[in-house]
């Protein structure tokens, strides 16, 4: 497994390189040993800089990339945070597919929900603080610290939460989180969901490096987390593995040893016994959506579909840091088999 920031220091210095190139006739005219010193300088700048990014965004981010983050941003800020509903039109396009299960799809069907609560005040210059966030093609992706409490000791932890957008043209057009279908209070109306059905998500393609992360964790997420293989743990897993599921001790050995209370290894096959909906591979992080379906608590004899999240970070070509949608309170509710005609995607 390569490195990523040992690749990373060939871009800034590929990166240095054009600087230097650009450096004007009057600076190219001067003497060789000032030409050498400024060279030097503005690539040692330009590294700093570079490496800068890759620290706080774990991944060098395109123009567009960039783009879509800062709209994704300015939506949230604007529409959810300020209740702006008036400019939905500006953000989102008119089929807006949400598959928050709570909530319909469509432009119109999140004016109408949002607009039973959201009041129209003032917009946040600053985002809000994230554990991550980045944007990788036309996704953008927020991943959020939530503090919960714990049902059984009455203590505070963190756990996670994720927000996924892509955007087409510079409207938030698709929305996936970590919801799943929550029963309404006891003689509540039950509330008509449309759920959101778009075409089977696509992947944006990596670079060699990222394809070298995603590798890697599909053995975490393939070979031990599905074939129950859980010895892999010491080939893949860093031994201070860093976990944010609450309910898994830190460290590989921790790890090793909560898995293994209930594994049933069996042959690794080449295909996913349960296959990702969409994995979003940004520099060192890899982020897997994952498609659960379980039964509706508001209507009898149906299903819905939900969302499950998983993420890690690698370091040094070992899987070092990982997070989900896990909470405490052990309410995620089972999975179960979709009925024969179920929808999951459109065609188009």
């Not at 990523?4 to 450096?23: D, S």
């Not at 409207?171 to 509330?191: K, T």
């Not at 969901?193 to 393609?205: D, E, F, L, N």
């Not at 993420?311 to 040094?316: G, K």
Request: hydrophobic letters at 40%; aromatic letters at 12%.
């Amino acid at each position: 497994m390569t490195n990523y920031k040992t690749l990373l220091r060939g871009v800034i210095f590929f990166l240095a390189a054009l600087t230097i190139v650009a450096c004007s006739q009057e600076e190219a005219s001067m003497p060789a040993q000032a030409t050498n010193d400024m060279a030097s300088d503005m690539a040692t700048e330009a590294a700093d800089m570079a490496m800068d990014m890759a620290e706080e965004g774990h991944g060098v981010m395109t123009a567009a990339e960039q783009a879509n983050l800062a709209r994704a941003e300015e939506w949230w800020r604007t529409v959810l945070m300020g209740g702006r509903l008036d400019q939905v039109e500006e953000y989102m396009t008119e089929r807006y597919i949400q598959h928050n299960p709570n909530v319909p799809t469509g432009r119109d069907g999140f004016v109408e929900f949002f607009g039973q609560f959201a009041q129209p005040g003032p917009i946040p210059e600053e985002f809000p603080p994230t554990a991550l966030k980045f944007a990788k093609g036309d996704y953008v992706v927020f991943v959020w610290e939530r503090e919960g409490e714990d049902p059984t000791t009455g203590e505070s932890y963190a756990y996670n939460f994720f927000d996924v957008m892509r955007l087409v043209d510079g409207r938030v057009d698709e929305h996936w989180d970590s919801v799943f279908r929550a029963a309404p209070p006891p003689g509540a109306p039950v509330m008509a969901v449309t759920p959101g059905i778009g075409p089977r998500p696509v992947a944006p393609s990596n670079t060699a490096a990222e394809q070298a992360v995603e590798d890697l964790v599909n053995i975490e997420m393939k070979d031990i987390l599905q074939y129950q293989n859980v010895d892999l743990a010491m080939e893949v897993m860093a031994e201070d593995y860093i976990q944010h599921n609450p309910n898994v001790p830190d460290g590989r050995d921790g790890f090793i040893q909560f898995f293994s209370r209930f594994a049933n290894p069996q042959p690794i096959q080449d295909e996913w016994l349960d296959e990702p909906e969409l994995i979003l591979t940004h520099g060192d992080i890899a982020l897997y959506i994952m498609t659960r379906y379980s039964e509706d608590p508001a209507r009898d004899n149906e299903v819905y579909k939900w969302n499950w999240f998983d993420m890690f970070r690698v370091e040094n070509g070992m899987i070092q840091e990982h997070w989900d949608s896990a909470t405490r309170d052990n309410n995620v509710p089972p999975s179960v088999e979709p009925p024969a005609g179920f929808v999951s995607w459109s065609d188009q």
